[in-house]
């Protein structure tokens, strides 16, 4: 048994198998975090969203626990991520000179350590920007949007989560492929299921930066009119911009 | 009745055929051989040197009996042996469709298709085990073909009357051979197989009189070694390569048999070459083999050449009144469907009218444009789409518009090394196994048999005879250290030498393609006297030339292929002077064998049984120190007991 | 080079006479042997018969080799009719050259253009170790095989044949993964020089037949343990390995490996 287990971690199929479970994990939690995000466009100047965050608080310790358990998949995944790619790097020592492949591959499956990457330094600097930082007095919601309308804020998550929308678009069919619970007819609506979590979560993380860096710009040139704006009131202004 | 035939036996070659009723002589024999104590086969070390169907299916049932087994095969893997390419069918007399079929008409069928020359008794035992053959081959898991119920499927093949051929998509020698070869590396993994790829065997070695051991090259670092055993198995396959083009596999060659050949082993029927009508033909002097296309083909072709010589217009130009549909004019009753070999001629004799077609004349139409008309392009597909895709891949010619062009090839060897019952060669404790022995098709094979004497010979017929060998006789230990296994390793080196230092300025393959040639020419699809003296003092010329005048680069310690060539080459030289000796020996016209002095006014194969109803073995007596080839014959009288000789008709 | 391949086949029949003979250049990887450096030579041929098969090519051009004296090109083949798997090469930089569901030894030179350059590799992976020039090791397949990949029945202890009745459509399946010709295409033009393909075919087929039940669990652990040691890659479920394959075995095999290891991980005996 104990032999079985450590398959898991050392044979190619369980090092996979591993890294899809964990993965289709991880997408699960950043539907839930994608739905939870939707209340930043509350028209509440961000209540709403910082009396979810205080809920999600007030579980305490559990809230560690979960924590804890989505770092722990985070690094499962990424560490067997960068594992199997050296290890994939190296059965062929010797590269052809000239490679020509059958169209089979994507761009998104040819990249999957590179937006994998691209992924996990955007986790930092998002984890550094909202988890690990004091909480600003003006509350999360409020953190997040002045984050979000600086250039560099927008630019840095548009990047993470377009690289997060790539990677989906062939890690969610190749995770059913590695459980073996594709063929026979599923491949098809498989695929398309996972391009559209790809989009939906690419274009729906995506459209904070975009809305609220919009929403900045607009906050801004109206800034240089009235210059004492709070800047709480840019999600009023944003909000408003979207109607 | 008994042998029509006045001829007297020879003393070396005592067939060991078991006596009484046919359907029972294998069970009687059986318990009459001797028996190996289960704990001491451990201690038994055989040697099999090839691992096509016969090499695969005998290696793993002796391992599964116990004994320990050293296997060899040419190619990086035993899987790839030339059985892979089989791709019509297997037969056996399973009798599932009910459709009349018996042992003893599979039994018959094959007597009669070889023409009454071969053993009653082996082919008898090879009907009775077919039907083991098909249990054991689904029990390793080989996918043949089956009915939507769940049942296998047969189908008739090569004009039989009954459906007894049992088929794997066009792979059935690769489904058999996998089989095979699973069982054979499942034992290679429990470590009772010690397993040699990319190993040649170029020698046997005889211990006071006993096969002993070979000598092999290992082809990736040229070294030269010996292996000792109790027994050697030749499973080495046919020689039809000795004609350069042939539906065989490159690697397919005589080498090995004809070492043990030099080394005491009779070579019978040397002569009886089974040409296949169906092959796409020559395009031109590149040619490097010819592509068999299954012979289900003729079931919805027709084949045909213009009336007229030398009519070089399109075929759709030719009316239909000036078409020649030679077989269904000479063959009324069988008509496309006519055996291979009387096709097969039908079509040189058109081609040498000059009627042939084709840039290079040397080829008949097979038209399937009625067929189209008839049940529509797509139904046409269905049928034969994959080998219509790989017609037009090689010629580059679209058979759904234009008719497919086809001529005859070199596909199969009748002749081989002789054995007995048991399958032993006249060298104790050398057997041979497969295509490379003679045993069971007599001058002519039977499509879809030749896969099933493989395995029968691999699976349900060493296994116990090899006994009568190991128990019976007294075996002591021998090692490679022994003076013999350094005295023939030396020979092998020479010979190595010798083939290097010739330092001539010509290839082997460029021999080999113009004795390929010759033979075809003088000793094909049909031979006389004239052209195979003729042909005996060109191919002595040529072989003298080779050995003067081959030129092989690179070196002999590491692979080197035009080396390995070379050495089979030169074994063909001598096979091609034995072939035309034999051919030109037999005075009569049987099977594959065609004497253009023994036919029929209408031009059909004329038999002499009073004279020649016999398996002619040779025997290899070099004539002079100087190392010249020369043989002697040895005659084994065919009885035939159960069946009455009678002329093969297909009019 | 062009890569308009796919356009150039010849549909009609080409009357001989029009035949026009092709120039080629020709990038051929040699290498003296496993342990050597190995480099491209570059050879020129000018009369290339369209009718040739792409190994016919190569025997003319090795013809003219020994003729000036210098080593012919080694290659393995045998059938030279895409049944056997001997024949390799990666032509172009595809294994078995850009046509589907062929073999090398099928690939004819009507196929290419007159003055085309073509670069001509051996199948590479670590796991096929080069033996000479074009020639690789793949027996890294053969000890996969003899890790498990078979039925255990002695000759002599088969029932009839039809005493078990297998549906015609589950037969079909097992005889679509056994049509493997163990060629290590999949392994070469895979980016990790997987062998998923390869193995996932053998699992399926015996899987698939209920004579191979009772050794399922155990043949594919043993064989994916084996497939491991031999330093194949990891599949990342790009299906190149599918697109390369001369006899089109699916993807779906692979899929049901997957599911055969882990099931056999999770409750195998
Ligand atoms: C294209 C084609 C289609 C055919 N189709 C059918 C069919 O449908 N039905 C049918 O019944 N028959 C068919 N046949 C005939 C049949 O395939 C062969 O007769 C049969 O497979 C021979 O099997 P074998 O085991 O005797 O030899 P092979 O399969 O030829 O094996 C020979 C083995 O010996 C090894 N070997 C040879 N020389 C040496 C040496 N010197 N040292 C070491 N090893 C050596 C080789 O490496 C190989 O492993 C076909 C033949 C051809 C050419
Ligand atoms: C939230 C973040 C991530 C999610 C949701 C995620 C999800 C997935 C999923 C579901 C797969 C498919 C697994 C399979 O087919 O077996 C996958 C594959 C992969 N992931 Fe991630 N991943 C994430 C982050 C990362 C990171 C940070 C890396 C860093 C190295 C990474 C590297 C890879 C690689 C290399 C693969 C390819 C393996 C393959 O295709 O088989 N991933 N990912
Ligand atoms: S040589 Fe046999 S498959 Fe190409």
């Known amino acids: ?108 499956s040819a990249t999957m350590v590179v937006t994998g990457v691209i992924v996990l330094i955007f986790l930092v600097i998002h984890l550094l920007d909202f988890r690990l930082r004091e909480m600003a007095p003006d509350g999360l919601a409020a953190m997040v949007v002045r984050r979000l309308s600086e250039p560099a804020g927008a630019l840095i998550y548009v990047v993470g989560v377009a690289a997060l929308g790539v990677h989906l678009s062939h890690a969610f069919r190749s995770a059913f492929q590695t459980l073996g619970l594709s063929g026979k007819g599923w491949d098809t609506p498989l695929a398309r299921l996972g391009k559209a979590i790809a989009i939906v979560l690419g274009v729906g993380f995506a459209m904070f930066p975009l809305v609220f860096f919009s929403g900045a710009k607009k906050a801004s040139h109206q800034a240089s009119l009235e210059p004492a704006r709070p800047i709480h009131a840019a999600s009023d202004v944003t909000t408003e911009a979207i109607r | 009745m008994s042998s029509p035939t006045t001829v007297e036996a020879s003393s070396k070659l005592a067939s060991k055929c078991p006596s009484g009723p046919l359907a029972e ?77 018996s042992v003893h008409r599979l039994f018959y069928d094959t007597i009669k298709g070889g023409d009454f020359r071969a053993r009653e008794s082996n082919v008898h035992r090879l009907a009775e085990v077919s039907v083991n053959i098909i249990d054991q081959c689904v029990a390793l898991g080989v996918p043949f073909a089956r009915e939507y119920g769940g049942l296998l499927a047969n189908r008739s093949f090569g004009g039989a009357q009954v459906s007894r051929t049992f088929y794997a998509r066009g792979q059935t020698g690769q489904q058999l051979l996998l089989g095979a070869y699973s069982g054979l590396m499942r034992q290679v993994g429990e470590g009772q197989v010690k397993l040699y790829p990319r190993h040649e065997m170029l020698d046997l070695v005889v211990i006071d009189g006993v096969a002993r051991g070979i000598v092999c090259r290992d082809l990736t670092t040229g070294e030269i070694k010996s292996y000792a055993g109790d027994a050697v198995l030749l499973c080495t396959g046919g020689y039809g390569n000795v004609f350069y083009l042939s539906t065989n596999a490159k690697a397919c060659n005589v080498t090995a048999a004809w070492r ?128 219509f895709q790989m017609y037009e891949r090689i010629t580059g010619e679209d058979p759904y518009r234009v008719p497919m062009r086809i001529y005859p090839a070199v596909h199969y060897t009748m002749g081989g090394l002789w054995v007995d019952y048991n399958l032993e060669s006249t060298v104790p404790g050398l057997f041979v196994l497969g295509e490379a022995n003679f045993s069971d098709h007599g001058a002519n094979r039977l499509g879809a048999s030749a ?104 070196d002999a310690a590491e692979l080197n292929n035009v080396l390995e060539h070379a050495g089979r080459v030169a074994d063909f030289f001598e096979l091609a002077e034995l072939m035309c000796m034999d051919a030109l020996h037999r005075n009569e016209s049987c099977g594959g064998h065609f004497r253009e002095e023994y036919q029929t006014p209408d031009g059909e194969a004329k038999r002499d049984d009073a004279n020649f109803c016999y398996a002619g073995a040779w025997e290899y007596a070099p004539e002079s120190p100087s190392g010249k080839v020369g043989w002697s014959m040895h005659k084994e009288p065919l009885v035939f007991e159960n069946v009455k000789l009678a002329e093969r008709s297909y009019k | 080079m062009s890569s308009s391949h796919d356009t150039h086949a010849s549909h009609a029949a080409a009357p001989t ?65 895409g049944i056997c798997g001997a024949c390799s090469l990666t032509i172009n930089g595809q294994p078995h050259g850009f046509e589907r569901e062929t073999t090398t030894c099928q690939i004819h030179m009507r196929r290419f253009e007159d003055g085309q350059t073509i670069y001509i590799e051996p199948f590479r992976a670590n796991a096929f170790p080069v033996v000479k020039d074009l020639v690789v090791d793949r027996g890294a397949f053969d000890r996969i095989i003899a890790a498990g990949g078979f039925i255990t029945a002695r000759a002599g202890s088969a029932p009839d044949a039809n005493a078990l009745p297998i549906a015609g459509d589950v037969a079909e399946s097992a005889m679509d993964a056994a049509a493997c010709i163990g060629c290590g295409a999949c392994v070469a033009s895979c980016k990790n020089a997987s062998a998923m393909l390869f193995v996932s075919a053998k699992v399926s087929h015996l899987a698939l037949l209920p004579q191979g039940q009772a050794e399922r669990s155990r043949r594919v652990l043993a064989m994916v343990e084996q497939m491991d040691k031999e330093g194949f890659g990891n599949c990342t479920n790009e299906s190149e390995c599918e697109a390369a394959c001369p006899k089109g075995i699916s993807v779906a095999n692979i899929a049901r490996l997957n599911r055969e290891y882990l099931r056999a991980l999770a409750c195998g005996d």
């Open chain 2, 260 to 387: 043990a050949h030099k080394r005491g082993a009779l070579f019978a029927n040397a002569c009886y070459t089974q040409i296949h009508p169906t092959c796409i033909p020559v395009s031109g002097s590149h040619q490097s083999k010819l592509t068999l296309m299954s012979e289900s083909l003729r079931n919805d072709g027709r084949v045909w050449v213009p009336k007229a010589k030398g009519d070089t217009r399109s075929p759709e130009q030719i009316p239909e009144d000036e078409r020649d549909y030679y077989l269904e004019r000479k063959y009324p009753s069988f008509g496309n469907l006519s055996p291979r070999d009387i096709s097969s001629r039908a079509a040189k004799q058109v081609c040498d009218e000059g009627r042939g077609v084709g840039a290079s004349k040397m080829s008949v139409f097979l038209d399937f444009r009625a067929a189209i008309e008839r049940d529509g392009v797509d139904e046409i597909r269905s049928r034969y789409g994959n080998l």
């Open chain 1, 1 to 108: 048994m104990v032999r079985r287990i450590a398959s898991l971690w050392s044979s190619s199929i369980g090092k996979k198998a591993l890294m899809s479970v964990t993965g289709l994990l991880l997408i699960g939690f950043l539907v839930l975090h994608l739905v939870g995000n939707l209340q930043l466009f509350a028209d509440d100047g961000g209540k709403s969203f910082d009396a979810y965050a205080a809920k999600l608080k007030s579980f305490g310790p559990l809230l560690y626990v979960a924590e804890f358990g989505l770092g722990a998949l985070f690094l499962a995944h990424l560490a067997l991520g960068l594992r199997v790619t050296f290890e994939n790097r190296a059965a062929r020592a010797q590269r052809y000179a000239l490679e020509r492949d059958r169209g089979a591959r994507s761009f998104a």
């Open chain 2, 25 to 101: 002589r294998w069970s009687k024999h059986r318990f009459e051989l001797k028996l190996v104590n289960p704990a001491n086969r451990r201690k038994f070390h055989v040697l099999v040197v090839g691992t096509g169907l016969a090499g695969a299916s005998a290696a793993s049932s002796l391992a599964e009996l116990g004994y320990s087994v050293s296997a060899f095969c040419i190619q990086d893997s035993p899987r790839r042996a030339h059985s892979i390419a089989a791709q019509g069918g297997i037969n056996a007399a399973k009798n599932y469709q009910n459709d009349g079929d």
């Open chain 3, 17 to 81: 006479h029009e035949k026009k003979h092709l120039a080629l250049t020709l990038h051929v990887w040699r290498q003296r042997a496993a342990t050597s450096e190995g480099k491209f030579v570059t050879y020129k041929l000018d009369d290339v018969s369209p009718d040739m098969s792409f190994l016919e090519m190569l025997d003319v051009l090795n013809e003219r080799l020994i003729a000036n004296g210098e080593e012919p090109i080694a290659f393995d083949h045998d059938c030279r009719e």
């Open chain 2, 451 to 554: 896969l099933m004497q493989g395995l029968a010979d691999g699976y349900f017929v060493i296994p116990y005879t090899i006994a009568a060998h190991l128990a019976g006789r007294k075996l002591g230990k021998i090692s490679t250290s022994h003076d013999e296994f350094k005295r023939v390793e030396q020979g092998v080196r020479e010979r190595i030498e010798r083939l290097k230092n010739a330092k001539g300025k010509r290839s082997p393959d460029s021999f080999h393609r113009e004795l390929g040639l010759l033979m075809w020419d003088k000793c094909g699809m049909a031979r006389n006297a004239d052209g195979l003296r003729e042909a005996l003092v060109k191919i002595r010329e040529l072989r003298d030339a080779y050995w003067q005048d081959v030129k092989i680069p690179g």
